[in-house]
């Protein structure tokens, strides 16, 4: 059995979509499934799920708990977790899952990661500001852009074995879940949770495999907004901070004091930088000066993230 877990919190017209999304692809689904939505707020849904869908709440610790708790719950053999903002079609699903089976059946200790890429009604209106083509510029619209990574996938292959991981659309089986011991509950917000599981698997010899030509949809549109995205860079930041003093030691970050203070001073003008990017910095003929603020307002976030109690 298929067992697809989707931790959620607030966020709930981009939840919507999610659960009307999978829906659809599980009509022509050829397995069985069960499908474990987990309320990660304090706050019950104010949306209505399909009526095979079960809900369980986790309203303490962070996304983390929330996957484990799904986990926890779920009946199948089979895991796929997705985001509560990703969207997934019935080829995806499909073709994932068997993937997933017949990679399974020659490696036994193995992840399966799906490639993603924006909605294209994201990249309609990506191009119309300053920011949007600053996310276009540094490909933070793809699994493939720079912003998460310095390769290109090989798209020849339908698998390539990979040393990335990302948890908003992977399928894992309930043993080597189990095995590794899941997610690591002491970080509370999203971000590096990710690399700290990436490296148990690692540890554990766990193999992790990506679909290039396979992909889901990254529905983030409610995070197309420069300051909301500064504030989820924050909070990235500070469980980088929390995986460096659980032993990571490759992602420690330091600074000069020259570069503390120019952070700092930053930060200290961090709202009329962004209102002024936000009102002012429209054209494209001055984009080049644009990014370069918010490259400083990105720097300076990730420094107070990083350092903050």
């Given at each position: 059995m298929l067992s697809v877990i989707i931790p959620t919190k607030q966020r709930?017209?981009?939840?919507?979509?999610?659960?009307?999304?999978?829906?659809?692809?599980?009509?022509?689904?050829?397995?069985?499934?069960?499908?474990?939505?987990?309320?990660?707020?304090?706050?019950?849904?104010?949306?209505a799920l399909p009526s095979d869908?079960?809900?369980?709440?986790?309203?303490?610790g962070g996304v983390a708990a929330a996957?484990?708790?799904?986990?926890?719950?779920?009946?199948?053999?089979?895991?796929?977790?997705?985001?509560?903002?990703?969207?997934?079609?019935?080829?995806?699903?499909?073709k994932g899952y068997n993937y997933f089976i017949n990679l399974s059946n020659i490696n036994d200790k193995m992840v399966l990661n799906f490639n993603w890429v924006y909605p294209q009604n994201i990249y309609d209106t990506l191009t119309q500001n300053s920011f949007g083509r600053y996310l276009l510029y540094y490909g933070f619209d793809k699994y493939e852009g720079k912003a998460w990574t310095d390769t290109t996938f090989d798209k020849n292959n339908e698998y390539i074995k990979t040393n990335m991981f990302i948890?908003?659309?992977?399928?894992?089986?309930?043993?080597?879940?189990?095995?590794?011991g899941g997610y690591n509950e002491?970080?509370?917000?999203?971000?590096?949770?990710?690399?700290?599981?990436?490296?148990?698997?690692?540890?554990?010899?766990?193999?992790?495999?990506?679909?290039?030509?396979?992909?889901?949809?990254?529905?983030e549109k409610d995070y197309l907004d420069l300051k909301k995205f500064l504030e989820r860079k924050y909070r990235s930041a500070y469980t980088r901070k929390q995986a460096v003093d659980l032993g990571d030691d490759n992602l420690l970050l330091q600074h000069s004091i020259f570069k503390k203070f120019i952070l700092t001073i930053i930060w200290s003008f961090r709202n009329f930088f962004i209102s002024f990017v936000n009102n002012f910095f429209k054209s494209k003929k001055i984009d080049f000066i644009t990014f370069k603020v918010i490259d400083a307002l990105l720097a300076a976030y990730i420094y107070k993230g990083y350092n903050s109690k």
């Open positions: 709930e017209d981009i939840f919507y979509d999610t659960v009307i999304a999978l829906d659809r692809a599980l009509q022509s689904f050829d397995y069985d499934y069960e499908v474990i939505i987990v309320n990660n707020d304090n706050k019950a849904l104010s949306i869908f079960k809900l369980i709440n986790c309203n303490t996957r484990n708790m799904g986990a926890k719950y779920a009946n199948g053999d089979i895991l796929l977790f997705l985001d509560n903002d990703i969207l997934i079609s019935a080829e995806s699903l499909q948890s908003l659309a992977f399928f894992i089986k309930q043993s080597i879940f189990s095995q590794i002491n970080f509370k917000f999203a971000g590096y949770e990710d690399n700290d599981f990436k490296e148990k698997l690692i540890k554990n010899n766990i193999e992790i495999y990506l679909l290039p030509n396979i992909y889901v949809y990254h529905n």
